[in-house]
Nanobody, 123 residues
Framework: VQLQASGGGLVQTGGSLRLSCAYS????????IGWFRQAPGKGREFVAH????????YYSNSVKGRFTISIDSAKNTMYLQMNSLEPEDTAVYYC?????????????????WGQGTQVTVSS
């Protein structure tokens, strides 16, 4: 399984960005995929996950209502639409996947990781 994240950048407070994570290697939809982020000097934090089959989603409280996670199975790509961005959202964002029906909020449960993409929100 391979994951390739893209779409980070610099944006002002209140702006929007869309992150993409292209995935390959899954033989069916029995997987879950999501995003974690890591700010300087902090641990890796759960952001959101989505199940490949049921498309059920789950968000951290800090992003609920501002971020939307989705999958385009025709393109084998997961997206994270980020709106109303705040300086506290500044971090390196990582996509991660696990070969299980449901996602979790623990980074140790994920088997596959993409490279990070930097998101910087200026005040």
């Amino acid at each position: 399984v391979q994951l390739q994240a893209s779409g980070g950048g610099l944006v002002q407070t209140g702006g929007s960005l869309r992150l993409s994570c292209a995935y390959s290697g899954f033989t069916d939809d029995n997987f879950a995929i999501g995003w974690f982020r890591q700010a300087p000097g902090k641990g890796r934090e759960f952001v959101a996950h989505i199940s490949g089959a049921a498309r059920t989603t789950y968000y951290s409280n800090s992003v609920k209502g501002r971020f939307t996670i989705s999958i385009d199975s025709a393109k084998n790509t997961m997206y994270l639409q980020m709106n109303s961005l705040e300086p506290e959202d500044t971090a390196v964002y990582y996509c991660a996947a696990r070969s299980a029906f449901f996602g979790t909020t623990s980074s140790s449960d994920y088997d596959y990781w993409g490279q990070g993409t930097q998101v910087t929100v200026s005040s």
